[in-house]
C-alpha cells in the first residue's frame, strides 16, 4: 500500500509539446497575449476577445483557437521581444493585415472596459515596428473601441 502511494507522489508531469516555429500568425498571438498581460491582470475579456481573434483570423473553432492561444501563452515567455515579433509580422504580411492587427490589438487592450498605460504604450509600440501610420492607427484604436 505505502509503495502506491509513494508512486503517486512519483509520477512525472507530462512533457509539453515543443514550441512551434514562429511565423507571422503565432507572432500575432504572442503580441495579443502580451498587450492582455502586459498590466499583470489577464482577466477573461482579454482571454475570450484574443480566442475570438485567433478564431476569426485563422478560420478555427473555439477549442482549436483555445489551444492556439495556450501555445501563444507559452511562446510568450520564450520569445523574443515584442520589436521583433512585429518586424517578423511585418515583414510577412500586407499593410492591410497589419493595420487590422493593430485593431487587434487594441481589441485586447480594450476588452477589460480599462485601458492601462502600459497597454498604450506596448501597442504604440508595436504599431510603430507594425510599420503602422499615425492616422491609421488612430483609426484602428477608434474602430476597436466598445461602444
Known amino acids: 500500500m505505502f509503495e502506491r502511494l509513494s508512486h503517486l507522489f512519483q509520477t512525472k508531469t507530462p512533457k509539453q509539446a515543443p514550441l512551434p516555429e514562429m511565423d507571422a500568425k503565432y507572432a500575432l498571438g504572442t503580441l495579443l497575449v502580451r498587450v492582455a498581460q502586459v498590466d499583470r491582470a489577464y482577466l477573461f475579456e482579454e482571454i475570450e476577445q484574443i480566442d475570438r481573434i485567433l478564431r476569426e483570423w485563422n478560420g478555427v473553432n473555439a477549442v482549436e483557437a483555445a489551444k492556439m492561444r495556450a501555445m501563444c501563452e507559452r511562446l510568450s515567455e520564450a520569445a523574443g521581444d515584442s520589436e521583433s515579433l512585429a518586424d517578423l509580422i511585418r515583414d510577412h504580411v500586407d499593410y492591410a493585415h497589419r493595420l487590422q492587427a493593430a485593431q487587434a490589438l487594441w481589441k485586447v487592450a480594450l476588452a477589460d472596459g480599462i485601458t492601462d498605460d502600459r497597454e498604450q ?20 484604436r477608434a474602430s476597436a473601441a466598445i461602444p
Do not use: P, R
Open 121 to 140: 504604450a506596448l501597442v504604440d509600440l508595436i504599431e510603430t515596428h507594425l510599420g503602422v501610420e499615425t492616422a491609421d492607427s488612430e483609426e484602428a
